[in-house]
């Protein structure tokens, strides 16, 4: 499978400036999001109010959970598949090690995972860990805002961010969550299908984030906004660390395709359905590949 390296994905910069919603600014930022969405699935957002010292910060305490020993690492299960943690060759590679930790944003949850992998505590964790979940959060928001308001629907979603999960090393696939936010350490290895069997590695800038479309919001948008493949191949001998920040509503969503996007042209493609039952149904049958 070839690597086309002259394709790129759009590299959209959140200034200050562009972000006051209602002005020309803002609705320009909101076509290149769009179109970033409807063409790529995808796209790259520099967004410097996260700084470089909170993500330098975040993956050297990555460092130390990676090597926790085995044993306290096996303390964070979960009753859904693949929320806890999961150890190399579990899952779907031998590189692969991924923890799972639900309801980020809210400082207990996070306090309550710090204190089973430390139980002498690790503040620094627990607080680096909540700062950086809320600052995505808000990120996040901004873009489902800046994605509503590109449709011209003001007002017209809610959703509640309420679980985030980070993760490493991974066969193609494409997000159930809404959508994702994903950053790293600097390490490449992630790669988005651009055409059938044709792969792009991304390079991401120090101060970027990839929000990438989830099957979910593809189904709200009437499939307007495009879910793009990818994947994670490592090489080399460095270790890659990724956080990916899932957002997911909360139980008892039901997502329902504004009728505004439904139209001759776009006739309604889904009904409207229960997002929690859609995950459960997901994580519980996936197969395991190697
Ligand atoms: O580690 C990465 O860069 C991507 C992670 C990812 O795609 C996922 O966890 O769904
Ligand atoms: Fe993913």
New binding site residues.
Partial sequence: MDVDTKFEVPVIEFRSLDLERGTDEWHHLCKRVREACETYGCFEVVYEKISTELRNKMFGLMKDLVELPLERKQKNVSSIPYHGYIGPGSLFSLLYEGFGLVDASNHDSVKNFTQLMWPDDHAQFCDTVYTMATQIEELNKLIWLIIIDSYGLRGKWELVMKHW?Y????HA?T?KSIS?I?F?NQVS??EIEVKDSQWIKLSIYPSSFVFVVGDTLKAWSNERLKVVN?R?IMNGYKN?L?I?TFTIPIEGTIIKTPKELIDEQHPQLYKDFDCNLFYLFCFFHIKKIH
Avoid: Q
């Fill in positions: 999960d993760e490493r090393g991974l696939h997000d994702t994903i790293d290895g992630l990818h994670v890659r990724s990916a």
